[in-house]
């Protein structure tokens, strides 16, 4: 599976997808994508993470995805209770530019775009009436992504709405002070394990060293963390590794063989085995791509 999902949203700036469902569980796996991603979950079950947090999923919650966020989804979905969606995913640079005429509004979106988000999910939105009236009424008029100017207006009509509203109302719960959220243990102990994966990223990994610094056993520490992240330590490793390894591809002039040591993969052919696998496509393919869409 890809890590890195491409997208063309400079032909299809606002992809807007109203109250969509799944009936049967997907792979759960860790990607991130071209663009900023809003979904607003209508029904289901389950967690996401999103920053080395764990979040579960609830009915009437906004998630926001920044673009290339790295996340992962796990749903429990049966026929009798499935996931109901609304997908907003966006070109940021364009809903931007074309927010000038607002500069509060512009400001803010900027803010949700390219800041650190304290709290990037909203719980019982469905308190404020307007956000399930403003996507009631847009859904009976945006019936599906498209290249119509007709429909591309109307979903920015949509946009500088739905984001005049988390502004009025969420904007010191997204970036101020946030309220604590009460998380399962395994959750807790994920959540650390990520951090000390994130320090031990020029390393080899030890799970012997992350259990001693935690104070569990090895082997309790691995099933809490998949059953809290629902992919195992190593497998989660990789990921922050090929995330480095892009971040470095795209910031500096760093060979792939420096790249290879600086993620703790001192055997090169290994890494690019491995970038090409989660990414499709190998570490000097990916920086021309880079060059050719800057």
Not at 132 to 154: F, G, V
Not at 218 to 238: C, D, N, P, V
Not at 256 to 285: A, H, W
Request: hydrophobic content about 40%.
């Amino acid at each position: 599976m890809k890590l890195i999902h491409e997208m063309d949203l400079t032909k299809i700036p606002f992809h807007l997808k109203f109250h969509y469902a799944s009936y049967s569980d997907s792979p759960n796996f860790y990607h991130s994508h071209q663009g900023l991603e809003l979904i607003y979950v209508h029904a289901g079950q389950g967690d996401i993470l999103i920053n080395r947090n764990v979040y579960e999923i609830r009915p009437n919650s906004l998630y926001i995805f920044q673009p290339y966020q790295l996340h992962r989804i796990r749903l429990h979905v049966t026929p009798e209770t499935p996931y109901i969606r609304s997908k907003f995913l966006m070109e940021p640079a364009i809903l931007y530019d074309r927010l000038q005429h607002l500069p509060l509004l512009q400001f803010f979106f900027l803010q949700i775009w390219k800041h650190e988000i304290v709290q990037p999910v909203i719980f019982d939105m469905d308190n404020n009436p307007y956000v399930l009236e403003l996507m009631r009424e847009y859904q009976s008029r945006i019936k599906k992504p498209s290249l119509d100017p007709e429909a591309q207006e109307e979903s920015f009509l949509f946009l500088t709405q739905l984001f005049q509203l988390l502004k009025n109302n969420w904007h010191t719960h997204l970036f101020g002070e946030a309220p604590v959220l009460v998380q399962k243990r395994s959750h807790h102990m994920a959540e650390q394990v990520i951090q000390l994966l994130e320090k031990y990223i020029h390393e080899p990994l030890e799970l012997d060293r992350i259990a001693a610094e935690i104070h569990v056993t090895k082997h309790h520490l691995s099933r809490l963390f998949k059953k809290a992240t629902g992919s195992t330590i190593s497998e989660y490793m990789t990921v922050l590794r090929i995330q480095r390894a892009r971040i470095l591809l795209e910031t500096t002039g760093q060979s792939v063989e420096q790249i290879s040591q600086d993620i703790g993969l001192g055997n090169v052919s290994y890494f690019c085995e491995i970038f090409k696998r989660e990414v499709g496509m190998t570490p000097l393919q990916y920086r021309l791509f880079l060059l050719k869409h800057p």
